[in-house]
């Protein structure tokens, strides 16, 4: 209302609509502005008179063009003077009649809008509108999502048998750890469970199926393990095992997860076990000496203290004929001594000779006349005389360094009992040691060999250990008892995949029964949930062929569809659980009375008049759902349609639709499309499940908890996601596809038309279709590209619910294929400059925090649409407070939502290198998630 000079004139206070704005505006100023025109209106019209220019100027400057030197002062003039003190009643009513012409303007502006779909703000008149074009908003859904049952194992003493039929509507629950109230899910099918069905593997699920190469003897080999232990240390000696097999092994070196092994077995050149069956024996409990044992050693008896090591000693082999022999070590009643007598001779002590400057004597009286060097060679002495008579014997020094003879009735030293004792005694008992165990032997000359026990025999203060093949050496320390044992890592592991004989749509899989019998609840048809330890797949049995049956278990060969091939599932970490059942989001109430029937009334509605009312998926209605209720009318079930007039005179149909206080309203048939009412008294009843939106779309493992107790059933589990739950269609869906359904008429006819339907889905918050190239097996190839509402990647379960959702709009022959988008994450940094001398700016900071993740949260991103850097000043600059803006969009690249980088179909950059667009591919989509990639906000302050 600018150049007013007639009061009683009737301009205009109106404009129609700027181009370029959401709604038709017909005001164009506020209460203040009106207020300030008024004024100087009125100034220009009674210019001469001093009087009433007093009260118009009061508070004013003089010269207000010199006063608003800005924008900003002109505002606060404005805005002082409109809520200024109170003055005389002509500026009031002057005031009074701008605030009322800034209401009734908002009001002709509020009234004009609703009358149109794109300016509507009221839910109800946006409803009627949409109406008009038989497009009715898509309700809320409710999530869903299969879980798996573990049955009670059988217990005749407490009445469990393990086997049953479990109803439909057992009611489940998360536990939120945030303390709000749990989200109720309930089964929506009858199962026939059995504990044998609980967890199913494949055979040699633990059992690596790689080899383990041992190198020859000196080289080293590392062992993997989980965890090093703490006590091992470098240079000890340690045992590999497999099964019949070992070699001996020395610690050399030790890292975070594996030891390094050296090859120390005399003669291994080298070998390659099964990983499954090899472990490390560390950590000797027993370790002892053997008796004296090897070559030349013999068991003795009564053996003489004058006997040590280097003795020699004698025995007669014939008349006259003596053997000598060397003692090289004496270990109790075993004599080590070269070379070896023959067994039941007595030794006798052989005595060295004085050696005096003359040479060596020796006594006439000898049991030989030889006497013999210190290598035991034989040699004559001559006889000393004096006076013609022998004195003694003599031998030159010059001829050894020691003389060594036999006396004339020479000493007994022993008498040999056994010239081979046993290698392997000791002394004591022998403990735990028992056949069948494995023990290192190292010889006197540093080698080290393993064996394994075949017999251990107690003695009389001493026991014997027997070993097969045992090599002729000389055993000086032998370990065994080991008490640590390791295990590879991985040994545990087959790696194979679960599945095998992959077909364009079935697999088989090999699976261990915890009995040789047959569940009866496993039959074709039964649903399956293969379960790996990063991917996953729902799949629903073919045929079942018996393998084998053992004591342990019955081995079986399943046919199940959709192939699983190409997904990673190893058979060490894949799980196959096969007492499944589909849940859904809400809890089942009460029965409750709805109204009563009138035969001669058509078209009869009813409202049930309560709010959050469960919707579960059924490709047979537009919007993908359908409302959880039971109606019963004179006890018989009537059916829920999505539209009455598809309906025969006779059918018990009804159709619900959502009222804007989310009531539902049930509407029955008028004699010609669905049957009318019965008459009656509260012959109308009705039950309802209620739990539905986005809050139901609980991530794997969430549901784990029974609400009550069961006979049947133990626990619960969630492998996968719910999805499908999704909030009422907004209304800035409603404006955009409800002309839609004009050109579709719930037809897929262009390639465009697919995206459309797909987006009426209450359970997708978003769709776009394109045209794929064409194929050998199909010529039309379209592919839909969904954000499920809620956000995260489109479950198997939805994928394919929506894949016929979509085929049953569709022509024949076009190929429909689904497809999660992709995001591409908001990485954004910007400094605010604020004027803090009316601003604080920490909290503009957060305005405009909250401002962006609003503006570009996953609900309101538009798949495909580019995203410019002007965009963002706009938003940012918007916020009040705020003067300018410095920022820098995503300056580390792309991310998607699991942190993975991501290329957009392409990327404009500045002359500054700063990011000036985003283009995404068709099945990206950009927007900010604060939790994986907060913006960061700075501010300082802006002077003005």
Known sequence: MTGLTDLNARTDLT?????????????????????????????????????????LDSGQPLDPAL????????????????????????????????????VLTHTVNAYANERYINTATQWDNLRRLVNMLDYHPAPPASAETWVALIAKTPDPDKGIIGIG??????????????????????????????????????????????????????????????AVP??????????????????????????????????????????????????????????????LNGSNVVAVSNVSSNVSAGSVLAYEVSASNWALLRVSTVDGERIALTPTPPNGVSLSLCLQANKQTAGFILPLQRAHTQV???????????????????????????????????????PVAFSVVNTSPEALEFAGKPGDLSSGGWI??????????????????????????????????????????????????????NLSPIYHNASGSSCQLDLLLPSSALPAALTPGRVLWVVGSTQQQRVTVQTIVPLESAASGGWIRLSVAPSLAG???????????????????????????????????????????????????????????????????????????????????ADTHFEATLTEDDQLLLRFGDGIHGQRLPTGTNNLLIQGRFGSGTQGNLPAGSLNKLKKPHLLVESVLQPAAATGGGDRESGESLRSQAPASVLTLDRAVTVADYGHIAWRHASIWQARSHALPATARASDRVEVVLVPAGGGAVSQELAGSMKTYLEGFSRPGVLVSIKSYQAILLDIELTLRVDITAYDGNQIAELVRLT?????????????????????????????????????????????????????????????????????????????????????????????
């Open 372 to 410: 013999w060097r210190s290598d035991l060679t034989a040699i004559s002495p001559t006889n000393h005389s004096e006076a013609g008579v022998a004195i003694y014997s003599l031998v030159a020094a010059t001829e050894s360094t020691n003389i060594y003879y036999l006396p004339a009735q020479p």
């Open 67 to 102: 006063a608003d030197k800005t924008l900003r002062d002109w505002q606060r003039r404005l805005r002082d003077q409109y809520g200024g003190a109170r003055r005389d009643y002509a500026w009031e009513m002057l005031r009074s009649f701008a605030r009322a012409t800034h």
């Open 230 to 291: 703490d006590a091992v240390t470098v240079g000890e000696y340690a045992l590999l095992t497999c099964s019949n097999a070992a070699v001996a092994v020395a610690v050399s070196a030790i890292g975070a997860d594996y030891l390094c092994l050296t090859i120390v077995e005399e003669g291994f050149s080298g070998a390659q076990w099964p990983l499954a069956d090899v472990r490390l024996q560390l950590a000797p409990a027993w370790q002892e000496a053997p008796r």
């Open 852 to 944: 962006l993740l609003d503006s570009f949260s996953l609900s309101k991103a538009v798949l495909a649409e580019p995203l410019y850097l002007s965009r963002l000043y706009q938003v940012v600059e918007s916020v009040e407070g705020v003067e300018n803006v410095a920022l820098a969009l995503n300056p580390l690249g792309f991310v998607d939502e699991n942190g993975l980088p991501v290329v957009p179909a392409d990327a404009f950059y500045g002359a500054d290198n700063s990011l000036r667009r985003i283009s995404p591919a068709p099945h990206q989509l950009i927007y900010l998630n604060s939790q994986l990639l907060a913006p960061e906000i700075h501010w300082e302050a802006a002077y003005v």
């Open 567 to 649: 997904l990673s599932l190893p058979k060490y970490a894949t799980r196959i659980y096969a007492n499944v059942v589909l849940a859904g989001h809400g809890e089942t109430r009460g029965q409750t009375v709805l109204g009563n029937g009138n035969r001669i009334e058509p078209n009869q509605e009813f409202i049930y008049r309560k709010t959050d009312l469960a919707f579960e998926q059924d490709n047979q209605f537009v919007s993908g759902v359908r409302a959880a209720v039971t109606v019963l009318v004179d006890e018989r079930r009537w059916t829920q349609v999505d539209n009455l007039r598809d309906s025969e005179a």
């Open 165 to 226: 039929t479990v109803a439909a509507g057992l009611v489940l629950q998360n536990q939120p750890k945030d303390g709000s109230s749990p989200l109720i899910f309930e089964t929506l099918q009858e199962l026939a469970l059995d504990y044998r069905l609980n967890e199913l593997r494949a055979p040699d699920y633990n059992r690596a199926q790689q080899l383990f190469s041992l190198p020859v003897k000196g080289q080293t080999v590392d062992f993997p393990l989980q």
């Open 15 to 55: 404009r129609w609509n700027r181009a370029g704005l959401n709604q038709v505006q017909y005001l164009d100023g506020n209460a203040a502005t009106y207020l300030e025109d008024l004024r100087l209106a009125l100034r220009q019209q009674f210019a001469g008179n001093d009087e009433v220019l007093s009260w």
């Open 440 to 493: 290192l032997l190292h010889t006197q000359d540093r080698k080290v060999y393993s064996y394994r026990l075949s017999s251990v025999t107690s003695l009389d203060k001493a026991y014997r250990l027997s070993v097969s093949g045992l090599a002729n050496n000389r055993w000086v320390l032998a370990q065994g008892l080991f008490a640590t044992s390791l295990a590879p890592r991985g040994y545990d592991q």
